[in-house]
């Protein structure tokens, strides 16, 4: 029994047949079959092509392991966080030294 993935190719492509013969009426068990056929086909080419699955890797994974982060955007941060801060403390100084000039 085909899997419901493997049954909306074959519609899909039973569709696509149908239409490349000029939509003709009646042949719809036609198309279909002809469509199992060539999907069948691709799923057994492709099963053929694909390489032995690599065994599985160790859960866990030291610090060497895993890739490096780029350090280039952490760096290019760090100003605009630095520059950030400074613009709300010049704000915030801005609004006490005019509160108090009020008084």
């Not at 013969?21 to 999907?39: C, S």
């Not at 492709?46 to 895993?66: E, F, G, H, N």
Request: proline share 6%; aromatic share 4%.
């Amino acid at each position: 029994m085909a899997s419901a993935k493997e049954r909306e190719r074959i519609l899909n492509k039973a569709y696509e047949l149908w239409e490349a013969e000029g939509r003709p009426t009646g042949r719809d068990m036609e198309h279909w079959f002809q469509a199992e056929i060539l999907i069948s086909q691709e799923l057994s080419k492709s099963k053929a092509k694909a390489p032995a699955k690599a065994p599985a890797k160790d859960s866990a994974k030291t610090k060497s392991d895993s890739p490096a982060k780029p350090k280039e955007k952490a760096a290019a941060k760090a100003p605009e966080k630095a520059k950030a801060k400074s613009a709300t403390k010049a704000k915030s100084s801005a609004s006490k030294a005019s509160a108090k000039s009020k008084s």
